[in-house]
């Protein structure tokens, strides 16, 4: 289930406070276009509300991670998973919860590989990745740093080409 990001977000104009939405799918129903599809309009949103646009690279990136991180909630761990977005003035965050108990291990790079590359590309398009084990899953929260103070720029160069 996606909560539109209308119910969750202040109608102000008030760029102090953090945007959020999320979305908590039952078991089999998650799927990354939808993670992508709630990344684009929670940022499409922002403007709208007095916060400052995010920066094109920046916003493929975040829909990059959003994506990765829901598809390995999806092969890596039964029952439901969830997101939870958050947009502040210098960071994006993107948490994603699941059933799994295991700590995550990004695989080594390997381009003859295929498959096995998503908390890699995670880690590389984010400031950090923090997982947080629970007793009934874990929270993996990836922040992207929004822009360095004083500058329209993203901190992180894109994980994706231009």
């Known amino acids: 289930m996606v909560v539109p990001l209308s119910k969750q977000t202040t109608d102000g104009t008030d760029e102090e406070t953090p945007l959020c939405c999320g979305a908590t799918w039952g078991d089999g129903a998650a799927q990354a276009a939808d993670a992508r599809r709630s990344v684009r309009a929670l940022l499409a949103h922002a403007p709208r509300t007095g916060h400052t646009a995010v920066p094109p690279a920046l916003a493929r990136d975040a829909e990059l991670a959003a994506s990765e991180l829901v598809t390995n909630a999806i092969r890596h761990a039964p029952g439901a998973c969830g997101m939870t977005l958050r947009l502040s003035q210098s960071e994006l965050t993107i948490t994603v919860w699941d059933s799994s108990t295991e700590q995550p291990?990004?695989?080594?790079?390997?381009?003859?590989?295929?498959?096995?590359?998503?908390?890699?590309?995670?880690?590389?398009?984010?400031?950090k990745v923090v997982v947080a084990l629970r007793?009934?899953?874990?929270?993996?929260?990836?922040?992207?740093?929004?822009?360095?103070?004083?500058?329209?720029?993203?901190?992180?160069?894109?994980?994706?080409?231009?």
């Open 105 to 127: 291990a990004p695989k080594k790079a390997d381009p003859r590989r295929i498959g096995g590359h998503g908390l890699h590309l995670v880690q590389t398009v984010s400031e």
């Open 135 to 162: 007793a009934t899953g874990k929270l993996i929260t990836a922040y992207l740093p929004v822009a360095p103070p004083g500058t329209g720029s993203p901190v992180l160069p894109s994980a994706i080409p231009h």
